[in-house]
C-alpha cells in the first residue's frame, strides 16, 4: 500500500517568511496528491491538488510542487501570517482508498 | 450548500460498549468516508461507501462497520468499545465517481472511559 510521510516535527517560521512543508511518498507514484489544512478540533479543509503531469501549481500565496523523481510534494506558503497556523496534511489516492501524512504542524510568530 | 454535517460532536462511552455515528454527506453527494484520527496514528482510513455499497474497507477489525442509506446519510457502528478507539472520528464526502477533493466534517470526539 501506499505510505505517505511529513515531518512530524512543527516548524515555527517569523510572519512574512515562506513556510516549506514536504510530503514524501513510498511505493508507485500516484496521480495526483492533495493537501489539506486542519486546525484544532476540527475536520480538515482542502486546500490544493496537483496532478503528477504538473510541475507546480498555485493559488493566492500557496504554491505546490511534484517531483516524482523525488518522489516528493513541497508545499509553500509565501508571506506568512500567524493565521497560516495549523497542522497541513498531505494526501493521495489509490482504488478508492486515501492515505494521509501524518501532517506538520505549522506555527507562524507575528 | 450545507456543508457536511456529524452526530454527535462529542460522546463517552465505556468499554464494552457499542456507538453508532452519523453522518451526512453534501446534498448530492454519493460517496462518504471515515476516517479514525489520533495524535499517534494520524487520519486513518477506516470505509469508503458508494451508493449504499462499500467500496473499500481500511485495516480495522470487525468490530468497526458502517453503512449507508439511499439518501446518501451513512452511520458508522463501533462495538465493544476498547480504550484505544478513543479518537476524532472524520466522515468525508465527494460527488462519488472519482475521489478528489474530500470536504469533511466537523468529527465526533469520541472518548472511551
Known amino acids: 500500500s501506499q505510505k505517505i510521510e511529513q515531518n512530524s516535527e512543527a516548524l515555527n517560521i517569523q510572519e512574512g517568511k515562506t513556510a516549506t512543508l514536504t510530503c514524501n511518498y513510498t511505493?508507485?507514484?500516484?496521480?495526483?496528491l492533495q493537501w489539506y489544512r486542519q486546525d484544532p478540533g476540527r475536520g480538515p479543509v482542502f486546500l490544493l491538488l496537483?496532478?503528477?503531469?504538473?510541475k507546480e501549481k498555485r493559488k493566492e500565496r500557496l504554491k505546490v510542487t511534484f517531483d516524482t523523481t523525488l518522489k516528493q510534494s513541497l508545499f509553500h506558503i509565501t508571506a506568512s501570517q500567524p493565521a497560516d497556523s495549523a497542522t497541513y496534511l498531505c494526501?493521495?489516492?489509490?482504488?478508492?482508498?486515501?492515505?494521509f501524512g501524518s501532517g506538520t504542524k505549522l506555527n507562524v510568530k507575528p | 450548500k450545507a456543508g457536511v454535517t456529524q452526530t454527535p460532536r462529542y460522546l463517552i462511552k465505556t468499554r464494552g460498549q457499542q456507538v453508532t455515528l452519523s453522518c451526512s454527506p453534501i446534498?448530492?453527494?454519493?460517496?462518504v468516508s471515515w476516517y479514525q484520527q489520533t495524535p499517534g496514528q494520524g487520519l486513518q482510513f477506516l470505509f469508503e461507501?458508494?451508493?449504499?455499497?462499500?467500496?473499500n474497507k481500511g485495516n480495522f477489525p470487525g468490530r468497526f462497520s458502517g453503512r449507508q442509506f439511499s439518501n446518501s446519510r451513512s452511520e458508522m457502528n463501533v462495538s465493544t468499545l476498547e480504550l484505544g478507539d478513543s479518537a476524532l472520528y472524520l466522515c468525508a464526502s465527494t460527488p462519488g465517481l472519482q475521489l478528489y477533493e474530500q470536504f469533511f466534517g466537523p468529527g465526533t470526539r469520541l472518548t472511551v472511559l
Open positions: 461507501y458508494f451508493s449504499e455499497t462499500q467500496r
Open positions: 511505493n508507485y507514484s500516484p496521480a495526483y
Open positions: 496537483i496532478r503528477e503531469n504538473e
Open positions: 494526501a493521495t489516492h489509490n482504488f478508492n482508498k486515501f492515505y
Open positions: 446534498s448530492g453527494h454519493r460517496s
